[in-house]
């Protein structure tokens, strides 16, 4: 073991200590602060002491299985920075992250790839007068060339910047490059650990504003409005989380931005699912309806129940007779319409418990039709007001994990 990570070991606890005070998380089984999972696997690319610290403070939430980790993020991410490098994509990302957030020179890039089918909704719940929002993300990742899944970490990162506002958000571990237990598999370099803030899915912040992203078919967003700098997906919804207190304001600061989602492929974009502890809620998407072109006028749709849930077609009238449109894409039709139809009957007003069987009704296995990239890794119900969420990963319906910002 080098001098490094020896000395990195003799902080772990007391960092870990320090940001107990703040988050807190548990299994059904586990203690309300899991200590930090001992690790001897490298951090090659990192030399400070105090990035060594937050990244062998890593714990595995359930002991020794590999599958679900939580990390509190304790040095600067340079947001500011990151929103003046203008990241645009894949080789602007891997860009930010070797020149702002590791040590040394590294040939190791980000690999993320959004080919997934996921399912989102926002509803309040009259009984408790909390307003929640419910989410599955779904992906399946191969071996390449065969059928073989990967199986993934979801890791749990918590922020909290200076100056900004705390949250937990998600990530799947193998956009780096990350399988089940790879915290000790005794190979794996912890490096890319430090993109973490940049690579989220999913959070919500001490606000109670909550935020999901969700593939749609076709081009990628590229706005290109003069004026305004180019901000990438993830890298926009680190900014909402640390910035947005409301959904009203999460939009206004997209509008200041030019919206770009290129990753490695050309035939994918994304809308956003986002609501706030007031009760409000929208769908943000780029349209376009000439499908050659890339789509770039911002459409926020909110304030009217069709729109509490999506899955992956634009909702957006604008986009309704597109291939990739509500009324010709079946991309996620089906869950579309059992989410529709579940929520219907419950009058657009479920409880957290009912939130989580309408996850379960649209959860995919690889029996489905789907199967190929529909997989759910996890699931999540988000309580706005509470500031806190249950999560169950691969289907496991009885073993939930609580996340809250304090």
């Not at 949250?167 to 005794?186: A, K, L, N, W």
């Not at 935020?211 to 004026?227: E, R």
Request: glycine share 8%; with cysteine; proline share 4%.
């Amino acid at each position: 073991m080098t001098k490094s990570l020896l000395s990195a070991k003799t902080l772990i606890l007391s960092g870990f200590i320090l940001s107990s005070a703040l988050f807190s998380s548990c299994g059904d089984d586990g203690p309300d602060f899991p200590k930090p999972t001992p690790t001897e696997n490298p951090a090659d690319l990192i030399t400070d002491k105090d990035k060594l610290a937050m990244i062998y403070s890593l714990s595995d939430l359930e002991g020794d299985k590999g599958r679900i980790y939580e990390m509190t993020y304790t040095v600067d991410y340079k947001l500011d920075d990151a929103l003046n490098y203008e990241i645009d994509g894949l080789d602007r990302l891997n860009s930010f992250v070797a020149n702002y957030l590791l040590d040394k020179d590294s040939h190791k890039g980000i690999d993320l790839s959004y080919g997934a089918g996921c399912s989102a909704f926002a509803c309040p719940d009259s009984k408790s007068g909390n307003f929640l929002m419910g989410r599955n993300f779904d992906f399946g990742h191969f071996e390449p060339g065969t059928k073989d899944r990967i199986m993934i970490p979801v890791i749990a990162v918590h922020t909290a910047p200076a100056g900004g506002k705390k949250s937990v958000s998600f990530v799947d571990g193998q956009f780096v490059g990350y399988r089940s237990g790879f915290y000790t598999d005794h190979d794996s370099d912890l490096s890319t650990l430090m993109a973490l803030p940049y690579l989220l899915l999913d959070g919500i912040n001490e606000d109670g504003f909550a935020i999901s992203v969700l593939l749609l078919d076709g081009m990628p967003t590229k706005q290109q409005k003069s004026g305004k700098k180019k901000i990438f997906t993830t890298v926009a919804m680190r900014m909402l989380l640390d910035r947005a207190s409301t959904v009203k304001e999460a939009v206004n600061l997209l509008d200041d931005y030019n919206m770009c989602m290129r990753l490695e492929s050309d035939t994918t974009s994304y809308h956003f699912l986002m609501a706030d502890a007031t009760g409000d809620f929208a769908i943000v998407e780029y349209t376009e309806p000439d499908i050659k072109k890339n789509p770039s006028k911002m459409e926020v749709l909110t304030g009217n129940d069709a729109f509490r849930y999506v899955t992956n077609f634009y909702v957006s009238p604008s986009m309704a007779d597109t291939p990739n449109g509500s009324h010709i894409s079946t991309h996620g039709k089906n869950r579309y319409n059992n989410l529709e139809k579940y929520l219907q009957e419950h009058n657009f007003s479920i409880s957290s418990t009912q939130a989580l069987e309408a996850l379960k009704i649209v959860a995919q296995g690889p029996e489905g039709p789907e199967g190929m990239t529909g997989f759910t890794q996890w699931s999540e119900v988000f309580n706005l007001n509470k500031k806190t969420l249950t999560m169950n990963i691969l289907r496991e319906w009885d073993k939930q994990f609580t996340f809250s910002v304090e």
